[in-house]
């Protein structure tokens, strides 16, 4: 475990992080920390940053639902810069590239590939509220919250969860024969979150999901 208490920070409380893919070596991103987002990152195994702009604490990938699972960290001889090799949940730029570093400067070239469409993964407003939901779940599951139900699911394993989503599909079917609008909402709504979990529970993101739909698309 890394002591943070090493760790040095500049003027205004924060330090550099360098983010590397742990299988390609690709540098990803460089972001920024204090003491709070360094500590969210090693007590939850995800990375977790501080925006200058913003002025507040952020979770990569959620909104996007690309997040990076923290395999190693280090601090270089200074003790002021971090190195954090991460597995990659699809990119990691918000503009779509695997890396941000993404343009050459010495050769006239393109952007690299972008993987997702940024303005389908942030502005539509389903996309948004399944990847809100889906970082909560995915949140209870590193950072277990007492009386929390999600976590009782994670705690409890696969088969409750599986029944739990078998239930909720019987309770919709059900409720579709009523034909009732109200009743169908609310099963689906049910039956949308275990499937989320569900998901979470196999560290698959709704972006994979995404992707598998986009592909069976004539």
């Known amino acids: 475990m890394m002591n943070i208490d090493t760790i040095k920070y500049d003027a205004n409380g924060l330090v550099p992080a360098i983010i590397q893919d742990e299988v390609s070596g690709t540098v990803l991103m460089l ?3 204090n003491a709070e987002a360094l500590s969210k990152t090693l007590e939850s195994g995800v990375t977790w940053f501080y925006s200058r702009s913003r002025r507040a604490l952020w979770q990569k990938g959620e909104t996007s639902g690309h997040v990076q699972i923290v395999k190693e960290m280090y601090y270089d001889c200074d003790a002021d810069t971090i190195l ?3 597995s990659q949940t699809g990119a990691a730029c918000h503009e779509g590239t695997f890396s941000c570093f993404s343009r050459r400067l010495d050769a006239d070239t393109e952007q690299a590939a972008k993987l997702f469409d940024p303005d389908k993964v942030y502005n539509e407003p389903l996309a948004g509220v399944l990847y809100e939901l889906y970082n909560v779940i995915n949140d209870r599951k590193h950072n277990p919250k007492e009386g929390s139900y999600t976590n ?3 705690e409890k394993g696969q088969d409750k ?3 739990k989503v078998g239930e909720e599909a019987a309770e919709t079917i059900i409720a579709s024969k009523n034909n009732d609008k ?3 909402l609310y099963e689906m709504a049910d039956l949308w979150y275990h499937c989320l979990v569900l998901l979470a529970n196999h ?3 709704p972006s994979e999901l995404f992707e598998e739909l986009k592909k069976r698309r004539k």
Do not use: H, P
């Open 31 to 33: 972001a920024y920390m």
């Open 84 to 86: 954090v090799k991460v």
């Open 152 to 154: 009782y699911l994670f």
């Open 161 to 163: 969860i599986l029944k």
């Open 182 to 184: 109200a009743e169908i």
């Open 203 to 205: 560290n698959i993101t």
